[in-house]
Nanobody
């Protein structure tokens, strides 16, 4: 069984920074990529950032230049440094991982955490 646990969410004022972390556990053979997605009330879940095992990153347009994703795949972890936060960044942030798991077929949708709430408000 694979489990992803996010941490670091909370209430923060606009312009401030916040760092999220996600730890994956289970019988993980390898990690292709890990990333973050978010979902605000009434909106679809959207890409925040992803990082591959080769270190390539991809960011959603609304967070480019403000957020930085980093991975420590040897520890099955990924982090998201969020700077210059805006009220529109308010959402539940979900950790996602594309994994190769022992005893399981490749699962394209990946594995998901329960989410951590980030609220940006003054």
């Amino acid at each position: 069984q694979v489990q992803l646990v996010e941490s670091g969410g909370g209430l923060v004022q606009p312009g401030r920074s916040l760092r999220l972390a996600c730890a994956a556990s289970g019988n993980i053979i390898s990690i292709n990529s890990m990333g973050w997605y978010r979902q605000a009330p009434g909106k679809q879940r959207e890409l925040v950032a992803t990082i591959t095992s080769g270190g390539f990153t991809n960011y959603g347009g609304s967070v480019k230049g403000r957020f930085t994703i980093s991975g420590d795949f040897a520890k099955n972890m990924v982090s998201l440094q969020m700077n210059s936060l805006k009220p529109e960044d308010t959402a539940v942030y979900y950790c996602n991982a594309d994994l190769t798991v022992s005893g399981s077929r490749w699962y394209p949708p990946g594995y998901w955490g329960e989410g951590t709430l980030v609220t940006v408000s003054s």
